[in-house]
């Protein structure tokens, strides 16, 4: 077993990698995420699948290539970079028909809205409060203006025999704004959890190679705080209910997303 998470299982089978999706993901959509994947344009970038989604016992299952995960000793910031640039770089009609847009638009709001009672919940809602409506699901989002992951983070970069880094999990595949897919990395570096040095590393490559996330110099948080913000938030609230159901308190890692979450809020109030 390679991961096993948000009701979506991934196994590996000799030299492939079998990813079971999650039950609620819709054929259509995942269909055209994976056909995206598979085009010509994205061969460097991203793991091509082997054919369509099939269904097994109720269940949309993908097969890909096997890969080699990201060694946590020596993670690879700057071809990390290197690569979500050479994905956000491709032109409006780069794919035909273009993929959907990108699936995790509303994943923020879905885990605050699954959250109980508590302190730290109450903090995570009051931050949550502070983000644009259109993350909140009461406005409809902005157009989107390149291809993008839509989940990123180093679990997403595999290393394929005889291939260079490669991205995987495509389920939130398509359009949107590039800087969503820095986002998780710049809520970690804005929490105190990913060290400056990283991310300094992977911003710079990201930079260097041409990235539009964000301006090619001076403050990148002019695109990047509301993505980072909402990161943010989620993944303190996915902290919670991880620790809610392990039946423990919240981690030192934890405990860092929650006081962001203050953060976040104080800074929309005021001192």
Known sequence: MLADRRGALVVRVGDLAVKAHRADKDPGELGARLRAAAHPALRDVLVVPLGEPARVAGRLVSVWPYGAAVSPDDPPWEEAGRILARLHALPADALDPPPPYWGGVGKAARTVGRLPGGPAATEIRRAFATLPGWLRGEAPPPPGTAIIHGDWHLGQLVRPPGQGWRLIDVDDLGWGDPAWDLARAA????????????WARFLG????AGGRAVPGSGDPWTTLDIPARTLAIQIAATSVLYALDEGRPLDEFETALVDTCSRITRSEVGP
């Open 187 to 198: 809520a970690l570096f804005s929490a105190g959890v990913l060290p400056p040095d990283e």
């Open 205 to 208: 490559a990201y930079r260097a």
